[in-house]
């Protein structure tokens, strides 16, 4: 199997890194690159390349605005500087997400994901549709990843019991864990089906199903009792949003 890859990089040394470390691959050929997203739509649709190492953030369109306009399926790569697009990357499918900068082992390994997802025999839904699904207003997150060590692991957001700002990162508990995403706290939150989340304070966001108690702490705010153990107290305007709640 020999594949075709587009490089879509707008930082000269990234895309030196990506030619040459697609170079030592025999399997692959790099057949052009776009420092732009505009260009990098041009190219997709007339290359047609199996394969593309596609930044998230490009002059002109944003990785995810090139995908929602390119005219046919192909198998993605992200690379990025910024963890906080992990949650965009991994809802599209992406076989990978390469966070900057890189070198040639994890390289390495993202080629082999490459190599198993292009000659698996699963379907999946066109990448435009997933592009489409994942700005639909009403489509909230169902899962996101984070890295561990050297690794990615998935988050079933379903299972966490409370989202915690700390400074730049937001801490996730879940089930006696904690997963650090580099993003502020407010962008997750726009994210989370309303139904199941509340922000209970200005730092912390919580999974109504994980509640086991709220009791009066003064005359204003409610001290929550969670599963894991934990107690917040919430803010005023929390402890509204709560109230609200009770019928």
Not at 15 to 27: K, N, P, S, V, Y
Not at 60 to 82: H, I, K, M, N, W
Not at 222 to 243: C, K, M, V, W, Y
Request: net charge neutral.
């Amino acid at each position: 199997m020999r594949i075709r890859a587009l490089i879509v990089e707008d930082e000269p040394l990234s895309r030196r890194t990506l030619r040459e470390f697609i170079a030592d691959a025999a399997w692959v050929e790099c057949v052009g690159e776009a420092a732009d997203g505009r260009t990098a739509v041009e190219l997709l649709n007339s290359l047609k390349p199996e394969l593309v190492f596609l930044d998230v953030h490009l002059p002109e369109f944003s990785g995810l605005e090139v995908l929602e306009r390119v005219q046919f399926d192909p198998a993605v790569v992200f690379t990025t500087a910024y963890d906080q697009y992990a949650i965009d990357a991994f809802q599209l499918g992406a076989i990978d997400y390469l966070l900057k900068p890189f070198g040639a082992k994890r390289f390495r390994e993202t080629l082999k994901r490459v190599r198993e997802r292009l000659q698996s025999t699963a379907k999946e839904p066109p990448l435009r549709e997933r592009t489409r699904a994942l700005f639909k207003e009403g489509v909230w997150l169902k899962r996101l990843f984070a890295r561990k060590s050297n690794q990615i692991v998935p988050i079933i957001i379903d299972n966490v019991t409370r989202f915690e700002a700390c400074d730049d990162y937001v801490a996730v508990h879940i089930e006696g864990e904690i997963h650090l995403l580099l993003l502020p706290l407010s962008d997750l939150e726009g994210r989370l089906n309303p139904q199941k989340f509340i922000r209970a304070h200005r730092s912390h966001i919580i999974n109504l199903d994980h509640i086991t108690l709220m009791r009066q702490y003064d005359d204003r705010r409610l001290l929550i009792s969670l599963r894991d153990g934990t107690e917040i107290l919430a803010s005023r305007s929390g402890s509204q949003r709560l109230n609200g709640l009770i019928l």
